[in-house]
């Protein structure tokens, strides 16, 4: 199986024309466009370029959303485009036109220059006029890349090509498709009955709802249901739709506008300030046509609602509350790690010997490791990292400056303890001389032991992070000289692998420690020695597991409630 990562070229207005254009052109390109009309092509673009960034289904995706524009176009315009594509195909080369990154540059220059115009359609002049200054975006997107052939060069004989890949690329993380639909809603249900249940939020969480005019976590989650329902995400492209019209559900008491119109940037275009992370698109991804219409900007921002952005905007109401404390690092360690995590590997492995935190305890009465799970001679040790990568360094490209914060991350803090895999590290050396004294069933001979890093943060995800720490890891082993334990490769793996595979981890369909073991098999070969875990786990479960078991179950029960939210 080739998990390589598809690479494109993101065409932009120097490529495609010779020439270097600014964003003060691509302002009067687009200066007299009515702006409804260019946010319901962009938020288009978004909506069909969603899951579909990097696939196999991509150049069918790019041709029909070029063909949207250009269609419109004179002949010599649209040969012109044909030309390209065959120039760059002959040098070997799959050209991209659409990208999303550079459709959430482009609404902040829809913003800049926003105008009240009547709605209407693209003339053809306007739509060469908005291909060319997305072509201009490109240039811009393009330009943040700064890779230097010659550090290409010596990273690739050092066989550290991610040295040069990982600082350039990562930012990148932050835009790809999000897969988290139905664990968003898990984790957000899950979050909310802990702020209900907690005496510390559970008055001030029935406030919050009040804030967002909502009666409860399951009614807010309808409204979101609503809104994924109107984009009708399915196999037939062209039915997919950016434009959510409530009104039959406003009639029928499904929805609340009072929580939506919360939901929507257009109060926010006249002061709308862009920053690294998108922040106000990402709170407002909604702009509101009419009183029942709606444009969905971003899909990724939208999923967010359902977990991430919650999370944000309840440590926001906190604040605005004047409520003193750590909400974030307290939320992390009592809801993530301390209930959330242990209820997703034990609906994962329910016939596994299964301990986590305070019951996963070493020789020195201090915690072993996050959780431990054991099946007959085969323990996978896990820490688990709730945290984020800071969007500045994300976006740095500063090589030093990113992996010194990753290692504070997964090595060590600023204060030289442990993290990650430095207490793996810990955790095998204590087991090889200790064994284990909690699990009363573990065999005493031929122990192997399968480190993981379990993360939150997509980021962490980007090829070369699992490679970077495999070899430190690897280091560390060499160093302990075991001689009772056999211990396997490091790996990172995304919380929401479990979460969405664990009906094929219950039902006998996938075994953990089996797709581990080819995944440290895979990565043997160099040409797929960067390839992340939950890349390779796809390929894996195409490959060997033929059913198709659907969403996971935990979601479907979640799912039935919010339906039923009144």
Request: charged share 25%; net charge negative; hydrophobic share 40%.
């Amino acid at each position: 199986m080739d998990t390589r990562v598809r690479i494109y070229l993101l065409l932009d207005h120097k490529e495609y024309y010779g020439v270097d254009k600014t964003i003060e052109d691509a302002v009067e390109l687009i200066r007299n466009i009515p702006s409804v009309t260019l946010l319901n092509y962009l938020s288009g673009f978004a909506v069909n370029l969603y899951l579909h960034d990097n696939d196999e289904y991509t150049g069918k995706i790019q041709f029909m959303l070029v063909s949207s524009l250009l269609d419109k176009c004179e002949t010599s315009v649209q040969q012109k485009w044909v030309l390209e594509v065959k120039k760059q195909a002959e040098k070997g080369f799959a050209p991209m036109m659409f990208w999303n990154y550079s459709n959430l540059l482009f609404y902040g220059l829809i913003f800049k220059t926003f105008n009240n115009h009547s709605s209407r359609d693209l003339t053809g002049g306007e739509a060469k006029k908005v291909f060319d200054a997305y072509l201009i975006i490109n240039g811009i997107a393009n330009n943040k890349i700064q890779i230097e052939e010659e550090a290409i060069k010596n990273a690739n004989e050092a066989n550290k090509i991610e040295d040069v890949t990982m600082p350039s690329f990562i930012y990148q993380k932050d835009y790809a498709s999000s897969v988290d639909f139905s664990n968003q809603v898990t984790r957000g249900v899950a979050f909310f009955k802990y702020l209900e249940d907690e005496p510390k939020y559970k008055d001030l969480v029935l406030e919050y709802y009040k804030s967002k005019s909502v009666r409860g976590h399951l009614r807010l989650f309808k409204n979101l249901l609503v809104l994924f329902t109107e984009l009708n995400i399915g196999e037939d492209f062209a039915k997919r739709n950016q434009l959510a019209n409530l009104q039959e559900y406003f009639i029928g008491k499904e929805v609340d506008l009072a929580y939506i119109d919360t939901l929507c940037i257009n109060t926010e275009i006249a002061s709308y300030r862009e920053d690294e992370s998108f922040g106000i698109l990402r709170n407002k991804f909604l702009f509101k046509l009419n009183k029942y219409q709606f444009f969905i900007l971003n899909v990724n921002f939208f999923l967010d609602q359902f977990y991430k952005a919650q999370i944000f905007s309840f440590n926001a109401f906190l604040k605005s509350k004047n409520i003193k404390g750590e909400f974030l690092s307290e939320k992390g360690k009592n809801f993530t790690e301390g209930i959330y995590l242990p209820k997703v590997l034990d609906a994962c492995f329910p016939r596994y010997a299964g301990f986590y935190g305070d019951s996963c305890i070493n020789s020195k009465k201090d915690e072993l490791c996050d959780a431990y799970l054991r099946e007959g001679n085969k323990i996978c040790l896990i820490e688990f990292k709730d945290v984020l990568l800071n969007a500045s360094i994300k976006n740095s490209a500063d090589k030093e400056k990113l992996f010194a914060e990753l290692e504070k991350k997964f090595l060590a803090n600023q204060a030289n303890k442990p993290k990650g895999v430095t207490q793996l590290l810990n955790a095998v050396e204590d087991i090889e001389y200790n064994s284990v004294s909690f699990d009363n069933s573990v065999p005493k001979d031929n122990l192997e032991i399968y480190p993981v890093i379990i993360y939150t943060d997509a980021t962490f995800g980007i090829e070369g992070v699992n490679k970077y720490f495999k070899e430190k890891f690897t280091i560390g082993i060499n160093n302990l000289n075991l001689q009772n334990v056999v211990v396997k490769e490091v790996t990172f793996i995304n919380l929401n692998y479990f979460e969405i595979h664990e009906d094929y981890f219950n039902q006998n369909y996938l075994d953990i420690f089996k797709v581990l073991n080819g995944y440290f098999e895979h990565t043997k070969d160099v040409n797929f020695a960067l390839t992340p875990f939950e890349v390779f786990s796809r390929f894996y479960l195409n490959t060997y597991v033929p059913e198709n078991l659907g969403s996971a179950s935990s979601f479907q029960k979640h799912l039935r409630s919010i339906i039923n939210a009144k």
